[in-house]
């Protein structure tokens, strides 16, 4: 069928069941606006800013694990959509960004925002396209959504430039892509397995240590079988929360600078990892030269690059999370004996006794953390939590009892601020029916607080949970702890009213200072079908802990104050 | 760790920003690259890239599994048993003895190509290892420009 470049855009989204798609006009992509201003195969989200299309267009994807897509024009509409590329890119998101393009008469005059996108997007990107022809644009379209929904998913950039889009073609939507150059999945083989099962069934204290690629998989129920036929005990990592379920006998917890005791203590004595999708992030290990030294390691991943680049594998396995579980568990069955690890688990259950993940409460005063485990006494499984980045993430992670994976999302790889609310944007636009709450902090919040108008434009109701504590939090601890207390540029003091803020983008905005202000503000917030802002203020001066400081080994946590000494031996 | 040298060779598929994704992920992971070639495979539409790299056993791994990770990248073969050649062009001034010369050319096999009216050129091509010691010799005959390529490599 003959339409032009931007009538083929719109029909390959439709055709890759594309719903909802994020983005911004401008120049160079207005003749894709204008087919999508004509059909009705899929809704368009304005965001304010293009930063925030990504986002939304990311969290769309963690919550329900198809491609997100979002739409941008070149220049400086590409330029501010590179964050969103490299945070997806970093937590292996499965997206499809579009971009318009100068003219390809204009390319590489420096034409009125002309950048070149290839160049800035290579590094943040699984891959990217610049289309020089009408005639391949179906077929890159097509690899594009394939190419980000295979193997270690993730962005996927295709710059067009104007001229294509207006330019008629013959619309053919291929049904097959023909990449001879792209391995997608390897097949996981069954020797590999076959190895790891001996070295499961010969080790003494295995752990489990689950990582992102296992959300990714859809591995979640296959890894909990595991765990319940070997009866090993796991740790998760941040981006793995909800793989295990908050209340598994056999989850340890989170592991890493901010995890808790028992699971950097377990990481630190097992003589036997078996990582799952978990790419041994320098936030997990501590200092790499003295992390689990006992320990041999199982590594499944889809991704060979990740296998020893920073730990030396001894049982590589490749491939796909889910399958490889599945087999391992077929390898396992009526050959572990359930009461092999009881010694073990033991001698873990004293370490959580001994320092459990606590801290300190108040009456005077809310505490951040008491925020967050409310929020998960009266939302628990129901609620989709989002998050930015800094202290409020880390309470949220170790406070949240995360029950199945996608609930929690986050940008754990690049760690951007701004985050957020955008990604909340897109998981309820995913999930409408599901309460959607942005944990979020006094500094992150104001980096897409644009998109509160976003939300009241289209009525999607989240709720923003600001743990206001008038710091760039996670910074001041590290001050507190490593710079003497000198706090340089991060003390907010000066901010907006928060409320007011809520109220001037059309939401509704609480400024919340005693617990019983903050049940009536959420139970609120909910009943309202407006975007909200719960502001909080909360102890200024609380650090998170467990702390790892960077490079120290895993097992040497700066740790709260009450502990239970009486409870654990040793 | 121990660095070892490691020649590479890409075969990638022939499209004009596949380089830039190559140079961009050894820039990017601060990997070395010594030397580099390029040049499309007869009758095919892929090209090769011969990339001779430094460094030690992990980071060589890491390269050779990057580099597959690179979409249009068909294979990469990390050379153990090959033949390699390097080339290199070296202008000497006709004040210096031509004989001379081109005794010291035909004993690393290779040849005078060109002779001006003050200059001459002479051409090596041999292993890397023979073309440092090629260059060295002919600095007695001061050179006055001396242009190297990159390694090319077959395995055997």
């Known amino acids: 069928m003959q339409m032009n470049g931007a009538q083929m855009v719109c029909e390959a989204l439709v055709a890759e069941g594309v719903k909802t798609v994020f983005g911004y006009p401008g120049g160079a992509i207005m003749n894709v ?42 220049g400086p509409g590409f330029t501010n959509a590179v964050t969103g590329l490299a945070t997806a890119y970093m937590d292996s998101i499965p997206l499809v960004v579009i971009s318009g393009q100068v003219p390809q008469i ?46 270690r998913p993730g962005p996927v950039l295709v710059d067009i430039p104007k001229d294509i889009t207006a330019e008629m073609g013959e619309f053919v939507y291929p049904e097959s892509v023909d990449l001879p150059s792209y391995m997608t999945i390897p097949k996981v083989e069954s020797s590999a397995i076959e190895l790891a099962v001996e070295a499961i069934l010969k080790a003494k204290k295995p752990l489990i240590y689950i990582g992102g690629g296992a959300v990714l998989s859809n591995a979640s129920e296959a890894i909990r079988a595991f765990a319940e036929l070997s009866q090993i005990p796991a740790v998760e990592t941040l981006m793995a929360l909800g793989v295990m379920g908050a209340e598994n006998p056999l989850r340890l917890g989170m592991l890493g600078m901010h995890g808790n005791y028992a699971s950097n203590m377990a990481m630190s004595e097992t003589d036997l990892i078996i990582s799952l999708g978990a790419r041994f992030d320098d936030r997990v290990t501590g200092k790499l030269s003295e992390f689990a030294q006992y320990a041999k390691v199982i590594h499944v991943d889809i991704d060979p690059a990740n296998i020893s680049k920073l730990v030396a594998v001894d049982y590589p396995i490749v491939g796909d999370v889910k399958e490889a579980v599945e087999m391992l568990v077929s390898g396992l069955k009526g050959k572990v004996q359930t009461k092999q690890y009881d010694d073990w688990r033991e001698i873990l259950a004293r370490y959580d006794a001994l320092y459990p993940q606590s801290f300190e409460d108040s009456d005077e005063i809310i505490k951040p953390q ?80 644009q998109e509160l108008v ?20 996670m910074v001041r601890q590290w001050q507190t702890f490593f710079y003497e207390e000198r706090y340089s540029e991060t003390d907010l003091t000066f901010q907006p009213n928060f409320k007011a803020l809520a109220e001037a983008c059309h939401g509704i905005g609480y400024d919340v200072t005693t617990k019983e202000e903050f049940d009536m503000a959420l139970k609120d917030a909910i009943e309202q079908d407006k975007v909200a802002f719960i502001n909080i203020q909360v102890a200024r001066f609380e650090n998170v802990l467990p702390m790892v400081p960077a490079n120290a080994a895993l097992n040497n946590m700066m740790l709260p104050k009450i502990a239970n000494p009486d409870k654990g031996e040793k | 760790m121990n660095e070892v040298r490691r020649v590479i060779s890409i075969v990638v ?42 460094g030690d056993e992990r980071t060589i791994a890491q390269i050779t599994k990057q ?80 242009v190297r390529g990159g390694v090319v490599a077959i395995e055997r």
């Not at chain 1, 800013?49 to 329900?64: K, N, P, T």
């Not at chain 1, 929690?408 to 990604?423: E, H, K, Q, R």
């Open chain 1, 33 to 74: 606006y204008d087919a999508i201003y004509k059909q009705d195969g899929f809704e368009h989200i304005l965001n304010r800013h293009e930063q925030a299309s990504v986002h939304a267009a990311d969290g769309y994807a963690r919550a329900s694990g198809e491609v997100g897509v979002a739409m941008v024009t070149s």
């Open chain 1, 106 to 151: 204009l390319l590489g005059t420096d034409g009125f925002q002309e950048i070149d996108a290839i160049g800035i997007s290579r590094p943040c990107t699984k891959h990217n396209y610049l289309v020089r022809d009408i005639a391949e644009l179906p077929r890159i379209l097509k690899e594009a959504f394939h190419i980000a929904r295979t193997g």
């Open chain 1, 370 to 449: 008491w925020v967050i485990e409310r929020l998960g006494e009266t939302l628990g499984e129901e609620a989709i939590v989002t998050s930015d980045v800094g202290q409020h993430q880390m309470w949220a992670a170790q406070h949240y009892p995360f029950d199945r994976p996608r609930q929690w999302i986050n940008s754990g790889g690049l760690g951007t601020m701004g985050f957020g609310l955008p990604a909340a944007l897109g998981a309820k636009k995913a999930f409408p029916n599901k309460t959607v709450i942005n944990v979020t902090g006094d500094g992150s919040i104001l980096m897409n607080v």
């Open chain 1, 454 to 473: 976003t939300a009241s434009e289209y009525k999607i109701p989240v709720i923003n949970v600001i743990l206001n504590n008038h710091f760039l939090g």
């Open chain 2, 13 to 54: 598929e022939n499209e004009s920003s596949v380089l830039s994704r190559v140079a961009g992920l050894f820039a990017g992971r601060g990997y070395n690259i010594e030397t580099l070639t390029v040049a499309p495979i007869p009758n095919s539409k892929r090209s090769r890239i011969t990339i001779a790299t430094k």
């Open chain 2, 67 to 146: 580099l597959n990770k690179l979409i249009p990248v068909y294979e990469v073969v990390e050379h153990n048993e090959m033949v390699e050649k390097e080339m290199v062009l070296v202008k000497f001034p006709l004040s210096e003895p031509l004989a001379d010369i081109e005794v010291l050319c035909e004993a690393y096999n290779g040849t005078i190509v060109n002779v001006g009216v003050d200059m001459c050129i002479g051409m090596v091509a041999d292993e890397p290892c023979r073309i440092k010691h090629f260059i060295e010799a002919s600095a007695r005959f001061n050179p006055i420009e001396i």
